[in-house]
């Protein structure tokens, strides 16, 4: 006997029904959607989705009603056709509206900015960029994530320091951009809930490469910001998502225009990522190299990286009158101490004991390294000793065979929630342009387990490429900036 139904009760949706509203902060789609296999069948054939169908569609996300499957097809449906500007702005748009919204006080609405990155091997620059903004007077409500892979994560990176804690409310976040002009924080489950659904089955599906997909995810997050300007740093090379220059403008274009079409002023920096960033990789070791950053020291790529990307956000935000003036404004944050002590605020906000901050912010180099995590043992490598010459030029350390041995060591995790080994890392003891004598140590490995295996040793010293030419200076990272429209 059918099951009767009273005024006011509803039916369990049925999968892939899209005719229900949608959930907290996403209306009612209008006009009515159409079902999720006839929207599934048009992508897949080429065609364009109304913003109707596309809010439907993430709407059934959210509530459960679209099954696994039928969000894997739409995926790979959208990853093989494509979707136009529209499209990406209107589901970036739902994405976003799928749940709760930061809200400022009014007063921030022009300091309010972020940075983001594609991801890359040795790559500190938000903890650094993130209190040097706050030193120029802007407020920088960071959503980090973790790393996966052979790529790191801020937040990983954050919590090799005893205390640091990531998970912060709305409201906390607030409190923190009060106190210490800056905050960088996890994606909690009230924030764009429909993208950490998407996020996972583009993981699972081979369908992260796509560029409206890669869009939609990055700028969604930001849009909850209530952001001023955003700068996102895509990167390219041996060690990033994108393998050449070209394809990394592509979805620089895309997330600027994007961008532009939502109201939030967006540029896009093209950075090489080829060589790891600056002379460490690993969690605890690149909070070292942040903190020596911030000193006013430290590797002049990682330096370089920092002001240019600041620069751009406090021109983007009308903070400075060029980039070039932002960029010296950031490098006076860093020389002058400001920066270490916006860092500094940020760890005692966030957690971390005060008499902990104050160490780290003050300490030596080598007293900070007895305040952080570190591994049981260290392991030098040697420049081959055979050659033509006694000597050679450092031309390239490749990241991705270094980053993959560290991964395999614990400094990585394969799959989301594995614990990591936070002072399992690697110092390159050489820069790029460097003259090297042969038999003299090129790369220090800190390891908790046993020693390198040779297959891991050869992948090490493939990682390292000498030449015959003369030294030369350490090439910057950044190769363009994509700006938005009238810039």
């Known amino acids: 006997m059918a099951a009767s139904m009273t005024r006011g009760t509803r039916a369990p949706p049925r999968p892939g029904d899209l005719s229900r509203e949608g959930t907290q902060g996403l209306p009612d789609p209008s006009p009515e959607p159409k079902q999720l296999p006839e929207l599934i069948r048009m992508k897949r054939d080429g065609g364009r989705l109304s913003e109707a169908d596309i809010r439907g569609f993430v709407a059934a996300v959210v509530n459960g009603s679209a099954q696994g499957t039928q969000i894997g097809a739409m995926l790979m449906a959208i990853r093989l056709r494509g979707m136009d500007l529209k499209e990406t702005s209107v589901l970036t748009q739902a994405l976003a509206q799928s749940g709760q919204q930061l809200e400022w006080p009014e007063a921030w609405r022009q300091q309010l900015v972020d940075k983001h990155s594609t991801g890359g091997v040795g790559d500190k620059v938000s903890l650094v960029l993130a209190p040097a903004l706050a030193a120029c007077g802007c ?53 764009v809930p429909a993208d950490g659904i998407l996020y996972a089955a583009r993981d699972v599906t081979a369908t992260v490469d796509s560029l409206p997909l890669i869009t939609a995810s990055i700028l969604s997050k930001k849009v909850v910001e209530g952001l001023s300007a955003l700068v996102i740093d ?68 990682l330096r370089d990286l920092v002001t240019r990307l600041g620069g751009a ?50 300490g030596s180099p080598a007293e900070r390294r007895e305040l952080l995590p570190r591994a049981r043992e260290q392991e030098e490598l040697l420049a081959p000793a055979d050659g033509p010459l006694p000597a050679g030029t450092v031309e390239l350390v490749r990241a991705l065979p270094l980053a993959q041995v560290l991964h395999k060591l614990g400094a990585g995790r394969s799959r989301a929630g594995e614990p990591l080994r936070l002072g399992v890392g690697a110092e390159l003891l050489v820069d790029v342009g460097q003259k090297l004598s042969r038999g003299t140590p090129w790369l220090r490995v800190h390891r908790d387990g046993p020693a390198l295996s040779g297959l891991q040793r050869r992948a090490l010293q493939e990682a390292l490429v000498l030449s015959d030419r003369a030294p030369f200076t350490t090439p910057s990272p950044f190769a363009e900036l994509v700006l938005p429209p009238q810039q």
């Open 234 to 301: 895509v990167k390219f090379g041996g060690a990033a998502v994108f393998p050449n220059q070209e394809q990394a403008r592509e979805l620089a274009r895309t997330l600027v225009g994007v961008g532009a079409d939502l109201g939030l002023r967006v540029a896009a920096a093209l950075t090489a990522m080829d060589k790891p960033l600056g002379r460490c990789v690993g969690n605890a070791l690149e909070v070292e190299e942040a903190l020596l950053c911030m000193d006013g020291a430290g590797p002049s790529d």
């Open 313 to 362: 956000l406090l021109w983007l935000s009308g903070h400075a009158g060029t980039q070039a003036q932002g960029a010296a404004r950031v490098a006076a944050a860093l020389d002058d101490g400001s920066a270490l002590g916006r860092f500094e605020l940020m760890l005692a906000a966030q957690g971390v004991d005060p008499s902990l901050a104050r160490a780290l912010c003050s």
């Open 139 to 191: 407020k920088v409500p960071m959503i980090s994530g973790r790393g996966l892979g052979h790529t790191g994560g801020t937040l990983d990176k954050l919590e090799s320091i005893p205390g640091f804690n990531v998970i912060q409310s709305p409201e906390q976040m607030q409190v923190l951009l009060e106190q210490a002009g800056c905050c960088i924080v996890g994606q909690s489950e009230q924030l």
